[in-house]
């Protein structure tokens, strides 16, 4: 055989080597699964934060006396939050409004762009219960004056008062205001501006780590064959298709 076919064969072999996947036992990777150790503590630290964060108030309750584990924040403070998050839910933003100022009327005074996206969800629930007049005029008075000094939050207010537009708002360009998702996203503005203030994180551990999860075995799958959870909620190993 010729040198030039020598290096080519060999190069060759050198390049499936790179591009060969490892393939992994189950065997293997319960083995790797097990030597990683995880104290229960952590655990429980975890699932309290989840549940302190999502507003379950009963079920951290509950945890704390079962687990010995202690939240970060005063459960009673969870109550008040959610009683805020029901209201905007439910379309009463008035007096989501009050009660977010009876926790800590800085919240509202520091976070312009939350005061005006619960003013517009306002102007939102008058526009779905027909009160025109009244609209325009909470539009005029409350949120012109915000347009003016604010691009995106000119955009918005148009965006909301082009809803009296339309004689078929729910298949109009803007009726996804009027969906339940608005209301929801507001609601989970507000709850996060609150735990904010409370010096706790606005966003539960749990989701994150899951997220984290699925993108390292996106990045394993590059390189190695090996046992995978498919299924989050079972978190159940699939076999290696080899």
Known sequence: MSLFWSVIRQLAEIEAMATSKKVITREEWEKKLNDVKIQKEDMNKLVMNFLVTEGYVDAAEKFRMESGTEPDIDLATITDRMAVKKAVQSGNVEDAIEKVNDLNPEILDTNPQLFFHLQQQRLIELIRNGKVEEALEFAQEEL????????????????????????????????????????????????????????????????????????????LDEKAVYPRITDLFTATLEDPSV
């Open 144 to 219: 012109a004056p915000r347009g003016e000094e604010n691009q995106s939050f000119l955009e918005e207010l148009e965006r909301t008062v082009a809803l009296l537009a339309f004689e078929d708002v729910k298949n109009s360009p803007v009726g996804d205001l009027l969906d339940i998702s608005q209301r929801l996203k507001t609601a989970s503005e507000v709850n996060a501006a609150i735990l904010t203030s409370q010096s706790h994180e606005k966003d539960p551990k749990l989701p994150s780590l899951l997220r984290m999860l699925l993108w390292a075995q996106n990045q």
